[in-house]
């Protein structure tokens, strides 16, 4: 089963709270709960946020806790802890089929939380303001994917309608920031030639030069690469005696193509216009910072009590 949102873990959080008699109970501990209660496989419970480090049901867990406790239906005793309010008891005593950011939406409390420093803070409480689906850090990842597949689907766009002697160089570039061709000067040396039997140049693997790598180009709009040019590329690698190539487009290649580059005895690597724009990207070639934000989490060692600043 899809790993249930934070709304969806809402009512089950409050529900394992109540089971407790007013004892205190880790969120940890829940989570253990809930993904059994849940059936999650080992896969679904170990599945991580996109940055990495965090489990998304034990982050949705945690931020359906969180959203819990600023509705007053949950207190926090200590940190990782908490336990059920008169409040969470009133709630569970309406017997609600889903309790989700809507029903929270009654207590003052919570409206104070989710508008504190925004604009919708001003206008009246019964204003509805739409809350985004997923947790924040969910949310924010998301977010980050569609600019980030926007621009690269721009930088493609932009490469395209650039001059063949452009894109030469950004080739170049790219290849250089990514560590192989030793320095610019070299690889421009190198790269960008006429032509050469299949091939529009050569840089080093490394900056020692301990191999070679031969490159073609191809600058395409619309028309798919097909096996036929990869042939002839893999025959003038083969009439070198070269053991690797990159085969880089602003187009596409056909699944022909893709598969028939297994068969040659020379390792080459196929990059099509949209992996080149998010290696642009991920090496900084054709882009810069327009802003930047730090997602930060509490740090556990500071509220260590033995901790020193030694």
Known sequence: MPIPDYETLMLPVLRFAAKSGGVEVSTPEAARVLANEFGLSEEERTALLPSGGTFVFASRVSWACTYLKKAGLLEATRRGYF??????????????????????????????????????ARKPASAPVQLPVGTPEEVIGAQYDLQRKALASEILETVKSASPQFFERMVVMLLVKMGYGGSLQDAGKAVGRSGDGGVDGEIKEDKLGLDTIYIQAKRWDGTKIGSPQIDQFAGALQKKKARKGVFITTSTFTVEAMRSVAEYSSRIVLIDGPTMAELMIDHDVGVSVAKTFSLKRIDSDFFNEGYTDE
């Open 83 to 120: 336990r059920l309010t008169r409040r969470g008891e009133q709630v569970l005593g309406s017997k609600p089929e889903r309790v989700n950011n809507e029903l929270l939406d009654q207590f003052p409390d919570f409206r104070e939380f989710r508008t504190r420093g925004k604009k919708e």
